[in-house]
């Protein structure tokens, strides 16, 4: 009975996480691929809408914790926020940084 029991916490956590892990993938809309002082390049993934022009979006940074026991485990937090430009190039858009800072390799979110 308690092996059955266990099964069943376990495949309902396996089954939140990926929930969890879904969502937070909507929410991403592509990276930051230059970064120079208040002026950024942010490119979309092919999958997310692109946000409009003047349109304000988050930077989150994507930090490790956890130990290497537990398995990689990672916490974002949002460090900046950027609004959209008018210079469109393909899937790239020009940006300004308004408050924060950004670095290359940067999440770009709703």
Do not use: W
């Amino acid at each position: 009975m308690k092996r059955i029991s266990l099964i069943v916490a376990l495949a309902t956590l396996i089954g939140t996480l990926s929930v969890s892990g879904t969502l937070s993938a909507r929410e991403r809309l592509g990276h930051v691929t230059e970064a120079s002082g208040d002026t950024l390049q942010l490119c979309f993934d092919s999958q997310a809408a692109q946000p409009a022009a003047g349109e304000a979006v988050r930077i989150v940074h994507r930090m490790h914790s956890g130990s290497q026991k537990s398995g990689p485990m990672f916490r974002r937090r949002t460090v900046g926020v950027a609004r959209i430009g008018d210079d469109r190039s393909g899937p790239c858009v020009a940006a300004t940084l308004i408050k924060g800072k950004a670095r290359r390799q940067d999440e770009v979110r709703k």
